[in-house]
């Protein structure tokens, strides 16, 4: 189903319907990221730009809007505008090394 399609739906739910069908799922991803997090803490090494991603693309949750996802994403691109002479890894990070 399109992103459209699934936020029109949405739009025609009251919010104590959509937090009965997905408040729980949420719960434990929240609690899932919060252990996460908990682990890093708790290990040895050189902070990681990831982790430095998540930590702060958590303000971004608390904005007001219907935006978020789009905003989060953006937040973690790379701003540059000129390609990389190589790639710096093999895959993708999910997150811009550079993140600040």
Do not use: C
């Not at 189903?1 to 434990?28: G, N, P």
């Not at 609690?31 to 890093?40: C, H, K």
């Amino acid at each position: 189903m399109a992103l459209h399609a699934l936020s029109t739906i949405d739009s025609v739910r009251t919010k104590e319907q959509v937090a009965d069908m997905h408040f729980m799922e949420a719960r434990s991803k929240l609690l899932e990221l919060a252990a996460f997090l908990d682990r890093v803490e708790r290990a040895t090494g050189a902070p990681d730009y990831r982790i430095k991603g998540l930590q702060s693309a958590l303000p971004l949750l608390l904005k007001d809007g219907t935006e978020r996802v789009a905003t989060i994403l953006h937040h973690w691109s790379d701003p540059t505008i000129n390609p990389a002479d190589k790639a710096e890894t093999k895959a993708a990070s999910g997150v811009w090394s550079g993140i600040k």
